[in-house]
């Protein structure tokens, strides 16, 4: 548990500082009256970002942040919205904060080149996986029983996507929804909306052992709230499970997985035991 503690607080404390320095840059910005109105739909119309000779964002001034110009009222109304020449900062925020969390230096030997492809019943799978690790488009289920190699291809697409400068989670369902309970708390409670829009806006989310996590009607609802969102947004996702933990899921979440216009469902054989192989063979 100390572990879990320590990468809370690491996510914790990195997103109070966001907070803050947000603030405290709306108020000294309010106070100078220099905060930039925009559009609603200025940052998607801009291109590239415009620096004076000063080297300074000509679209913020250098504030980082635009306020929306919409009308009172509005739920926008007063917000902040990141300038596109903070957009690559915060990106890189996220990607940090999620690989404290995703932990992948235990699974930093699990690459497509350790991968045992000339297994008997894998070579599919293995080219497959790779194919959508290079153009992440829709969901990926890997079903197979335990020691098939699900987790390796899964961490090697996982790790293949951090390379290509992505923002990637990787986690086990229970570690996920252990990082999400112990933060949910009466008195965390922005701390836990922050980690779970973390975990939704993830550009790439991979869930290993989907099934084997306790089920309990909290974690239920929260998983399904975060694959539904991931769902309806279309967001890439992968997913491994055998096939007693996928009878075992939430059905709510089984009709989403059975929906083949966004899912390709891999089911791998299992041949040999590809865990021992492994060991085996370093
Ligand atoms: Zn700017």
Redesign the pocket.
Known sequence: MNHLRTLVENIKQPLQRQRLAHMQIQRSLAKSGQLTQMSPDAPTALTK?LNNSQGV????????F?RRNVPFGHADFGKLVA????EQELKSKRRQQLAELSNLRIFAEKRFETFHSEVPGLQEAFQMVGEFAATPTGWLVLVGPNGCGKTHLAAALANACLENGAVVLFSTVPDLLDYLRATFAPTSDATYDQLFALMREAEMLVLDDLGTQQSSPWANEKLFQLLNHRYNAGVPTVITANPEGLRATDARIRSRLSDVRLVTTLTLEQAHDYRSLHTARG
């Open positions: 970002t964002c000509s679209i913020c001034k250098g504030a980082g635009l300038c596109r020449c903070k």
